[in-house]
């Protein structure tokens, strides 16, 4: 089959093929659900030539994965965002991103754990700002990623069910990396009200259905909300860890400790113990909040 002749076939992979078919129109996808909007972000971060990157990006407006926005009428300029239909590219871009990780960097072994690459990833994250990311929280609400009034212990997690509701997939407990969420969860409820007292919310993050993270949510009472990232779009913003079990995505179990102005101030990776990685940050919001004002993100 010829590239050209990619659109016109009645295969679906080979129609999207034809709109985001190489690798550079396809990390312009990564770097926009990421925050990137601007020509010299996406150039920063690219560094491709700004021809064949002005072509990329006019295809993926063409085809409707990206918006141009206008920022400036002279000279002109323009945001490019993601439209709902870029979105939808989300989990396939998680989806390469845990088949590269498990069999290209990996030995294809299924794990929860950190490896070497997901650490470097989620370190690199201390000191970056936290895209604006919306998700639906287990009672319904919208809930953003970032508090402009409050620091946020937000914790990424595989996931926890409650009793009953054979929400775990088979063989859950085999995989490294799993155990612990319950306890996690449960131990930020416990920590809630000094967090709160401190000054810092609890966030807590899968990619189960809100749903299933409410009727958790309901059997350990847990004073805060947790969020679902079904679409991807806090993973693909953050471009945090992962792995596929039973069918889905997972997080692997990561934690950000994010001032109001939205810049990470910490990141626990890995978490071992993830009861005393409550407790620890609950000693770094302490500290960090009586050092005064937030940070400024790097870049």
């Given amino acids: 089959m010829r590239r050209e002749d990619l659109v016109d076939s009645s295969c679906g ?5 034809g709109v985001v078919g190489d690798w550079q129109s396809l990390l312009i996808v990564r770097e926009a659900a990421a925050g990137i909007t601007r020509f010299e972000g996406f150039d920063r971060e690219l560094g491709l030539s700004r021809r064949a990157l002005s072509e990329r990006l006019g295809s993926l407006v063409e085809h409707g994965v990206l918006e141009k926005v206008p920022y400036s009428d002279r000279p002109p300029r323009h945001d490019y965002r993601l439209t709902a239909r870029g979105e939808g590219l989300l989990p396939v871009l998680l989806a390469l991103q845990e088949w590269g990780t498990r069999f290209v960097m ?6 929860g754990d950190l490896g070497d690459g997901d650490l470097a990833r989620a370190r690199a994250l201390e000191g970056t700002r936290v895209p604006d990311v919306a998700l639906t929280a287990h009672d319904g609400s919208t809930v953003h990623l970032v508090d402009p009034d409050r620091w ?4 990424f997690f595989p996931g926890a069910y409650a009793p009953g509701t054979h929400g775990y ?3 859950w407990g085999d ?4 155990s612990g969420c319950t306890l996690e969860c449960v131990t930020y409820g416990r920590r809630h009200a000094d967090l709160d007292a401190a000054g810092a919310r609890v966030l807590g993050v899968s990619t189960q259905h809100p749903e299933q993270q409410a009727a958790f949510a309901a059997h350990a009472d847990l004073p ?6 079904q679409d991807g779009l806090a993973a693909s913003a953050l471009r945090l860890p992962l792995f596929r079990a ?3 995505d997972r997080l692997k179990r990561v934690t950000l400790l994010v001032d109001p102005a939205g810049v990470v101030r910490h990141v626990q990776a890995p978490v071992t113990d993830p009861a005393q990685s409550v407790d620890d940050v609950l000693g770094l919001v302490r500290e960090l909040a009586r050092d005064g004002a937030p940070a400024q993100p790097r870049g």
């Avoid at 992979?13 to 093929?17: D, G, K, R, T, V």
């Avoid at 946020?152 to 914790?155: D, E, G, Q, R, S």
């Fill in 246 to 248: 039973g069918g889905a």
């Fill in 13 to 17: 992979i080979a129609q999207s093929l």
């Fill in 175 to 178: 995989v490294p990396g799993t």
């Fill in 106 to 111: 990996g030995d294809g072994t299924l794990s």
């Fill in 169 to 171: 997939p088979p063989h």
């Fill in 152 to 155: 946020t212990a937000l914790f």
């Fill in 224 to 229: 805060y909300l947790l969020a679902s990232d």
